[in-house]
Each structure stands twice: as structure tokens, then as C-alpha cells.
């Protein structure tokens, strides 16, 4: 009691630049640069612009509504929307009101979908008008009790009944001027992202505010963001490279630049047209860029920071995207959801680290306040020059994962009286004290950036195919990531033909596999396991139809 007594005076007797620094609510520096630059551009969609004043305005009506909420404000707010005004001023409006936000992806199929509601637990859910048609009647059983979307007329009987409030963005209450984010602490939950899980069900990544307080500070320290600046949006806010691209542009009152859709796979005009001197992506846009000739010598004389995560970044990419962009820095980031977006680095020179075998550059050098060690599978700690898996302590280190202490208690473990990350990650150091990564201890796979456990997909063929003996495999695997799944089976009791459509309604579609082989027998190595090795070799020589 007497040390709550003792924060709350040490909080009241604290000058407003303290109290600034004290409070780690995601919303707090947007609201700081609305004050000083309110004019400024904050936001840009299809050609349309919206001033940090006008953001500000709708993100406060956003968080007034959520606050006026029965008897206490909201604590979990949902987002199902893509890349739309609403989708930004109810992030911003989440934040502001004191919640954390959970971004859900609007092409899942509605079984997912309705899984993450429930696990989820939402107090309210924040959706567009495309979205609205995702909104079924099991959904919103399953849903928030509150829900704000910009029309609700389709719905509004059907929501009636299964007793739903959906409100319009329309009729949002006024705000109060003066009102300030909410104050949060840095153990408060900021968001909550959704990746794919070993058990067949996604795994909820739960990030605190310190976490992002911690990955901010490292990134503007390593990129020193302008008021000038233009930062590119090219990722859905359910992938949680967006977390760099919102909030690192709003830290320094730059704007945020949403690459439109039908730009995405070749951004080169966009990039071009909107002067755009910061972009963020996994190395999957360069490849394809680059494998369609558009990173030409001065191509992209704009940017100032390219920085790629999420994959390996080839050796050639990196050094097509420099020559196309010779004006701008070039990175090589790493770091797994739970560890906050990314948290290792390796900037490219004239005389790149490349990682021996591989082709690729290295995933660099911890940001401050991160520590990396390698680990054999009793966890101990190996020498430079030996390859184990790469474990990570620190400021932006997750909570765990979203009700699920078993899995959280798993990667999570005490070593040497610490709590460390363990990324499943094959890695080594080499003697400057850069981390090299060299693929996988389990079956996680990335597909087109996209983190994908084998496990999950696996369970739902079996489900579809009425059989246990089901394996998936990413093909062809190239600098650690691949384009594609292929699925095998033996003795199916259900038409491989009908399985397409099954998975569908049960899988992202980057998680359904673009092929399923039936085969006689499945593959089994000494230890009575799916031998993957077999089933890659007779992909790679052609061996099966």
C-alpha cells in the first residue's frame, strides 16, 4: 500500500515533461507532434491526405466512444480492417483510450477468424466498410459487444438479434481538446499479434508498451526520422512490420504513405510519384522487383533508409536495391514477433557480411537493450563459430503468448536466473560478434514473409483428408523462404480434389498448399518420424506428378 501511495505522489509532484517520458501509451507521441505540428501531413491513402489534426480529431472520438463504454473503459479493442483511414485512427484511438489493440487480418477465412474472436476476448471491435460483409451472424455472436464501423444499416437487424450494439462512425461523441492518451506504464499490454501456431490454432504474441518504447528508441537512434520524412505502409496491420512504419513515422511528425494494393508487387512508380524516403519490407518485394528488372542504376533516387525483415535478404538483392537507390542506407534486420517487430541489425556496405553457404547477409548485431546468446538443446550457452539455437533477453522481449501458459512457459525459459526468448532459429556468431542465420530447429517455414508453422497446416489436412498420414513441406526453398506449400498424403479417406475448397474456409491463402501428392507410402526416417528430406529430393528431381 505504501509503495502505491509513494508512485501516485511521486507522479503528482512530477513536472509534464516527466510525466511525458513516464507515460508509454503508443498514442502519446502522435499527440505530441498534433500539438507542435498540427498542420503537418500525417496520413495519406489514394491520393487523399488527412493532418495530424484531423487524425487526432477522429482518433480522440474514437477513444471518447470506447471510453463511454458501461462501467469501465475497454481493455481489448479488435481491428478488422485493411489499410483505411478507419484502420489508423482506430489504432490511434485504442491507444488513446488506454487499450491494447489486436489487428486481425481480413483474409482469413471465418473459422479463423471466429477462433480469434473468442480466444481474443474483445470488449469492442473497430471495422471498415469492406469489411463489414466478414460480420456473419456466428461472428458476431462470437465477437465484441460493441462494435463501430462507418455504415451499419446491412447488418443492424441481424446484429440486433444476436444482441450486438454496432455503432457508426458517424455518430461519434465530441472530444474534449485537452483530453491527453491515457496513462500507461510500461508493463501495460499494447497489442497483440496473431501468428500461426504448432497446435493448429494461431498463437496471440502478447507486446507491452516498453517493448515498443524499447524498439522505437533503437530505430530512431539508428535512423534519426525527419518531420520531412515520407514512410512507406506497404504491410497489412495484422503483420506487425506495420508497428515500424506507424509509429516510427509518427514519433518524428513525418507522414505515412499506404502503398495502394494494385502497387504492391512493383512499387517503383509509387515510391517515385510520392517522394518517398523511408521503406520497410520483407526482402520478397526487392526479389520480385528485381527479378521483374525495376531496380534500375538511380531508379529510386528518393528514399533515404531501405530496411528488409522477415526473410533473409539475398546478397544480389541487396546490392540491385543499393544501385537503385543510391542515396539511401540498407539494412538487414532480424527479429521474431516476440521479440517486437525486429531487434538484431546489419547495415550494408561496400564490403558486406554475407553469411558463408547461404548468400545472404547477416542478421547483424543486437539493438540496445537486447542480448543474444546461441544455445545447445540443454540450453547452454555454445562458443562464436558453433551453430545452435539463437535465444534473446531484453527490453523488447514479449509477455507470452495470449492464454496459453503452457506454450509461454516453453519459449520463454529462465536461463542463469533470466528470461530469455528462444527463436527456433538456427544461428551462429562469427568473431566480430555478428549473428549468421542458417534456417530452422522445428518446421517453421516463411512464405512470402509470412511465418508458417508446418504443424498447423498439417492438422487441418488431416481434418479435410481424413488421414493421419499428411505431411507439408515449403518448395522450392530459396535463401530460407519460398513462394509455396506442397502437401502429401497417404491413403485419404475424403477426394483430394474437394480438399481446396475445404482448407478455405480454414486457412489463410498463403497457407494452403498449391499442390497435394498422393502416394502410396509416406517416408519415414530412423526415428519413425516424416522423413521431409525424402519428401524435398523427390520434388527437387522431379521423382513424383
Known amino acids: 500500500m505504501r509503495s502505491a501511495l509513494s508512485a501516485v505522489y511521486h507522479l503528482l509532484h512530477t513536472d509534464q515533461n516527466e510525466v511525458e517520458r513516464l507515460n508509454f501509451n503508443l498514442a502519446h507521441p502522435f499527440f505530441r507532434q498534433a500539438v507542435a505540428r498540427p498542420e503537418a501531413i500525417a496520413l495519406s491513402i489514394e491520393g487523399q491526405t488527412w493532418t495530424y489534426a484531423e487524425l487526432r480529431g477522429l482518433a480522440q472520438r474514437i477513444a471518447a466512444w470506447l471510453r463511454a463504454s458501461d462501467d469501465q473503459p475497454p481493455a481489448r479493442v479488435g481491428i478488422l480492417a485493411s489499410r483505411t483511414l478507419e484502420t489508423y485512427a482506430g489504432i490511434l484511438g485504442a491507444c488513446w483510450s488506454g487499450a491494447a489493440y489486436f489487428p486481425?487480418?481480413?483474409?482469413?477465412?471465418?473459422?479463423?477468424?471466429?477462433?480469434?474472436?473468442?480466444?481474443?476476448?474483445?470488449?469492442?471491435?473497430?471495422?471498415?466498410?469492406?469489411?463489414?460483409?466478414?460480420?456473419?451472424?456466428?461472428?458476431?455472436?462470437?465477437?465484441?459487444?460493441?462494435?463501430?464501423?462507418?455504415?451499419?444499416?446491412?447488418?443492424?437487424?441481424?446484429?440486433?438479434?444476436?444482441?450486438?450494439?454496432?455503432?457508426?462512425?458517424?455518430?461519434?461523441?465530441?472530444?474534449?481538446?485537452?483530453?491527453?492518451?491515457?496513462?500507461?506504464?510500461?508493463?501495460?499490454?499494447?497489442?497483440?499479434?496473431?501468428?500461426?501456431?504448432?497446435?493448429?490454432?494461431?498463437?496471440?504474441?502478447?507486446?507491452?508498451?516498453?517493448?515498443?518504447?524499447?524498439?522505437?528508441?533503437?530505430?530512431?537512434?539508428?535512423?534519426?526520422?525527419?518531420?520531412?520524412?515520407?514512410?512507406?505502409?506497404?504491410?497489412?496491420?495484422?503483420?506487425?512490420?506495420?508497428?515500424?512504419?506507424?509509429?516510427?513515422?509518427?514519433?518524428?511528425?513525418?507522414?505515412?504513405?499506404?502503398?495502394?494494393?494494385?502497387?504492391?508487387?512493383?512499387?517503383?512508380?509509387?515510391?517515385?510519384?510520392n517522394a518517398i524516403t523511408a521503406w520497410y519490407s520483407v526482402p520478397s518485394f526487392a526479389v520480385a522487383m528485381q527479378r521483374m528488372k525495376m531496380l534500375r542504376p538511380g531508379s529510386l533516387p528518393a528514399l533515404r533508409y531501405s530496411a528488409f525483415a522477415g526473410e533473409a535478404l539475398p546478397h544480389a538483392t541487396a546490392e540491385a536495391w543499393r544501385t537503385a537507390a543510391s542515396g539511401s542506407i540498407v539494412d538487414c534486420l532480424y527479429g521474431p514477433t516476440e521479440t517486437t517487430v525486429v531487434c538484431t541489425g546489419d547495415r550494408y556496405s561496400d564490403e558486406p557480411h554475407v553469411t558463408e553457404s547461404r548468400g545472404i547477409i547477416s542478421i547483424g548485431k543486437p539493438f540496445p537493450g537486447m542480448e543474444a546468446i546461441i544455445v545447445d538443446p540443454a540450453l547452454q550457452a555454445l562458443p562464436p563459430g558453433q551453430a545452435g539455437e539463437l535465444a534473446f533477453c531484453g527490453k523488447q522481449v514479449a509477455i507470452g503468448y495470449l492464454g496459453d501458459e503452457a506454450q509461454t512457459f516453453s519459449r520463454f525459459p529462465q536461463i542463469d536466473g533470466r528470461r530469455?526468448?528462444?527463436?527456433?532459429?538456427?544461428?551462429?556468431?562469427?568473431?566480430?560478434?555478428?549473428?549468421?542465420?542458417?534456417?530452422?530447429?522445428?518446421?517453421?517455414?516463411?512464405?512470402?514473409?509470412?511465418?508458417?508453422?508446418?504443424?498447423?497446416?498439417?492438422?487441418?489436412?488431416?481434418?479435410?483428408?481424413?488421414?493421419?498420414t499428411v505431411a507439408a513441406v515449403a518448395w522450392p526453398m530459396q535463401h530460407g523462404t519460398a513462394d509455396k506449400l506442397i502437401a502429401f498424403v497417404s491413403s485419404p479417406a475424403k477426394p483430394i480434389a474437394e480438399a481446396g475448397d475445404a482448407l478455405k474456409d480454414r486457412l489463410p491463402t498463403y497457407m494452403i498448399p498449391a499442390r497435394i501428392h498422393q502416394i502410396d507410402e509416406m517416408p519415414m526416417n530412423v526415428n519413425g518420424k516424416i522423413d521431409r528430406k525424402a519428401l524435398y529430393r523427390m520434388l527437387d528431381e522431379n521423382l513424383i506428378q
Not at 469492406?130 to 456466428?138: H, I, K, V, W
Not at 491527453?180 to 497446435?199: C, H, K, Q, W
Not at 568473431?431 to 497446416?457: A, F
Request: aromatic fraction near 8%; include cysteine; glycine fraction near 6%.
Open 104 to 273: 486481425i487480418s481480413t483474409k482469413l477465412p471465418a473459422a479463423r477468424l471466429a477462433e480469434i474472436f473468442s480466444r481474443s476476448q474483445l470488449d469492442a471491435l473497430i471495422v471498415d466498410k469492406a469489411r463489414l460483409d466478414l460480420l456473419s451472424r456466428e461472428m458476431l455472436q462470437s465477437s465484441a459487444m460493441r462494435i463501430l464501423a462507418p455504415e451499419c444499416d446491412a447488418i443492424a437487424a441481424q446484429s440486433a438479434r444476436c444482441g450486438i450494439r454496432i455503432e457508426s462512425f458517424h455518430a461519434l461523441p465530441a472530444f474534449d481538446a485537452a483530453d491527453e492518451p491515457r496513462f500507461m506504464d510500461e508493463n501495460a499490454l499494447a497489442y497483440v499479434i496473431f501468428t500461426s501456431g504448432t497446435t493448429g490454432v494461431p498463437k496471440g504474441v502478447m507486446i507491452s508498451t516498453g517493448n515498443v518504447r524499447n524498439f522505437i528508441n533503437a530505430i530512431q537512434a539508428r535512423y534519426r526520422f525527419r518531420p520531412d520524412d515520407r514512410v512507406a505502409q506497404p504491410s497489412e496491420v495484422s503483420f506487425d512490420n506495420s508497428v515500424f512504419d506507424l509509429f516510427n513515422c509518427w514519433e518524428a511528425a513525418a507522414a505515412l504513405y499506404v502503398v495502394p494494393q494494385n502497387q504492391l508487387l512493383g512499387p517503383v512508380k509509387f515510391l517515385r510519384e
Open 420 to 468: 530469455w526468448y528462444l527463436t527456433g532459429d538456427l544461428a551462429v556468431l562469427d568473431e566480430s560478434g555478428r549473428y549468421h542465420h542458417m534456417g530452422r530447429v522445428d518446421n517453421q517455414v516463411k512464405i512470402s514473409g509470412n511465418r508458417v508453422e508446418l504443424e498447423e497446416v498439417e492438422a487441418q489436412l488431416r481434418i479435410v483428408l481424413g488421414s493421419d
